[in-house]
């Protein structure tokens, strides 16, 4: 059931244009309340954090208000504020992403909420670092292996010369030897 219904929300995020975000700066460390533009007493709200997939946080329905989280790791990090309100407590670098709440019933999702700082994080420049590290690898490795194969081709050269000159050689004093014999047998 949670496949298909995550199918289904990255077909809606997917849509959604960058126009469409609220974006919300903040200072890591601090609280931040996120308020979900359809303001009702049942929603759910999720995080996107590319290139990952999404991610369900919790969901909220009533009376009496109840919520119910889709990981247990959520509880001491978010919960849910008053009609629609997402509270997300000290905010790390992990937490930063596009939220977005749904409107059960009619899987109505938000424009969503990025939520960002002027701090960049390390965790985003590592994947970038190990693909220049492994493409330089490559580069090296390719350029290594172009040298000894134009190594191997110049030496194969080599031995077809000296092996052709052996057999001009070779061929020239036969004919020398039977020119020589050849009005001896006549």
């Given at each position: 059931m949670k496949t298909p219904l995550l199918s289904l929300l990255c077909l809606f995020v997917w849509k959604q244009t960058a126009e469409a975000l609220t974006e919300q700066r903040l200072v890591l460390g601090q609280n931040v309340t996120l308020a979900c533009e359809f303001n009702l007493k049942a929603v759910i709200w999720f995080v996107m954090k590319l290139p990952g997939r999404p991610e369900m946080i919790l969901r909220t329905f009533g009376p009496p208000k109840q919520v119910e989280y889709y990981?247990?790791?959520?509880?001491?990090?978010?919960s849910e504020g008053d009609w629609s309100h997402l509270f997300i407590n000290n905010v790390s670098a992990d937490d930063l992403g596009i939220y977005y709440c749904i409107k059960p019933g009619h899987l109505e999702v938000s424009n969503g909420i990025r939520l960002h700082t002027s701090e960049s994080?390390?965790?985003?420049?590592?994947?970038?670092?190990?693909?220049?590290?492994?493409?330089?690898?490559?580069?090296?490795?390719?350029?290594?292996?172009t040298v000894v194969l134009f190594a191997a081709v110049i030496g194969l050269l080599m031995i077809n010369h000296?092996?052709?000159?052996?057999?001009?050689?070779?061929?020239?004093?036969?004919?020398?030897?039977?020119?020589?014999?050849?009005?001896a047998l006549l």
């Open positions: 990981n247990k790791k959520f509880i001491s990090k978010y994080p390390p965790s985003h420049n590592e994947p970038e670092q190990k693909d220049q590290t492994a493409l330089q690898i490559l580069i090296i490795m390719f350029s290594l292996l000296k092996l052709s000159k052996e057999i001009s050689e070779y061929v020239n004093g036969r004919q020398k030897h039977f020119c020589s014999v050849w009005p």
